[in-house]
T-cell receptor, first 114, second 112 residues
Framework: IAGITQAPTSQILAAGRRMTLRCTQD?????MYWYRQDLGLGLRLIHY???????GKGEVPDGYSVSRANTDDFPLTLASAVPSQTSVYFC?????????????FGSGTRLTVV | SQQGEEDPQALSIQEGENATMNCSYK?????LQWYRQNSGRGLVHLIL?????REKHSGRLRVTLDTSKKSSSLLITASRAADTASYFC????????????FGSGTQLTVLP
């Protein structure tokens, strides 16, 4: 089934630990995104990648890093987790080459930093 | 910062009634999109309306866009209990980056 796979689905993480959230898509979309969703704040963009080999910062990039070594994978790394990073993280992709196209979202990773 | 702001924050209606949600935004846009999110799930794209369009339909969904007022509305006709979800508007204000800015959403509850 074409779409986005995120892993893990949920995680409890000790503060100060490093963690990588995985995101893989099989639609050959050129653009990929990481959002975090917090109650009452909607979705906020963390990082994005318009094409393999390039990345950019979104609205709330601090404490996070990404890489885009190939078209399919877009991992998000928390170098040293803090409790304020407790959130639900969504990966998304779009084929911007088609122009004006909607996003496809993964099912999310629920992260709790304690 | 949030570009789109939905109104109301929560809406409860009876099955069969129409549901209307509104979205206001601040800057000029290329297009505006509506998404649906069921509890504990990812967002699903519903409909996209371009800045040069005023109205668009998809099944029971009707979206309007007023760029002069920087606002959009989503109408769901003949609602069903299965329509219960959160609905988000998202604006595409950038050029080639295609980054969407989401509002905080409207929680719709359709009572059977």
């Amino acid at each position: 089934i074409a779409g986005i796979t995120q892993a893990p689905t949920s995680q409890i993480l000790a503060a100060g630990r490093r963690m990588t959230l995985r995101c893989t898509q099989d639609m050959r979309h050129n653009a990929m995104y990481w959002y975090r969703q917090d109650l009452g704040l909607g979705l906020r963009l963390i990082h994005y990648s318009n094409t393999a080999g390039t990345t950019g910062k979104g609205e709330v990039p601090d404490g996070y890093s990404v890489s885009r070594a190939n078209t399919d994978d877009f991992p998000l790394t928390l170098a040293s987790a803090v409790p304020s990073q407790t959130s639900v993280y969504f990966c998304a992709s779009s084929d911007s080459n088609l122009g004006n196209y909607g996003y496809t979202f993964g099912s999310g990773t629920r992260l709790t930093v304690v | 910062s949030q570009q789109g702001e939905e109104d109301p924050q929560a809406l409860s209606i009876q099955e069969g009634e129409n549901a209307t949600m509104n979205c206001s935004y601040k800057t000029s846009i290329n297009n505006l999109q509506w998404y649906r999110q069921n509890s504990g799930r990812g967002l699903v794209h519903l409909i996209l309306i371009r800045s040069n369009e005023r109205e668009k339909h998809s099944g029971r969904l009707r979206v309007t866009l007023d760029t002069s007022k920087k606002s959009s509305s989503l109408l769901i006709t003949a609602s069903r209990a299965a329509d219960t979800a959160s609905y988000f508007c998202a604006t595409d204000s950038s050029g080639s980056a295609r980054q969407l800015t989401f509002g905080s959403g409207t929680q719709l509850t359709v009572l059977p």
